[in-house]
T-cell receptor, first 110, second 113 residues
């Protein structure tokens, strides 16, 4: 079957670095996405990985290991505005549906 | 103006009523999706459409129907609403290609009493 798992909540301090992990299981994999969702708002796209390795985009980086079914989102120099939910999602082959995790709520404290 | 527009933004209605949620987009994308989001469960796919003549069920389509009136419009209907359909509903679009992200509307908060 298809399954995706990420921690429910995390707390970090302003200015610090935080890593949000995601594990997934699927028989057909066609890329992994990270989205940010502030409370009461729409999810917005952060990053996409289809090959193993690290993709860096400013303060945010995303890593993928396809053999381990594992990804993480790394947020550096945390700011209060980074308090949000972070959704991990993979796209499956054969239909190109996207399966979302339940999201990780990140609280950034001063 | 928003690229993906959902109406209404909020709706409270009673059990048994028929409800239509509408979505329109100006992004020119062929692919459109309807999701519901419940606390602790994440986004779950209700229906998706890859072009005007293509409609597909998602993982939780029971109790819902959709209509793709044009490339830019995709509506979701609840024929006879029930309380466990209370949720936050999102419409999304994407361009063709497996690496293309989805672009979400601002959501419709639906409460069924």
């Amino acid at each position: 079957g298809q399954n995706i798992d990420q921690p429910t909540e995390m707390t970090a301090t302003e200015g610090a670095i935080v890593q949000i992990n995601c594990t997934y299981q699927t028989s057909g994999f066609n890329g992994l996405f990270w989205y940010q969702q502030h409370a009461g708002e729409a999810p917005t796209f952060l990053s996409y990985n289809v090959l193993d390795g690290l993709e860096e985009k400013g303060r945010f980086s995303s890593f993928l290991s396809r053999s381990k079914g594992y990804s993480y989102l790394l947020l550096k120099e945390l700011q209060m505005k980074d308090s949000a939910s972070y959704l991990c999602a993979f796209r499956s082959t054969g239909g190109f549906k996207t399966i979302f995790g339940a999201g990780t709520r990140l609280f950034v404290k001063a | 103006d928003a690229d993906v527009t959902q109406t209404p933004r909020n709706r409270i209605t009673k059990t048994g009523k028929r409800i239509m949620l509408e979505c329109s987009q100006t992004k020119g994308h062929d692919r459109m999706y309807w999701y519901r989001q419940d606390p602790g469960l994440g986004l779950r796919l209700i229906y998706y459409s890859f072009d005007v003549k293509d409609i597909n069920k998602g993982e939780i389509s029971d109790g819902y129907s959709v209509s793709r009136q044009a490339q830019a419009k995709f509506s979701l209907s609840l024929e006879s609403a029930i309380p466990n359909q209370t949720a936050l509903y999102f419409c999304a679009t994407s361009d063709r290609g497996g690496n293309q992200p989805q672009h979400f509307g601002d959501g419709t908060r639906l409460s069924i009493l």
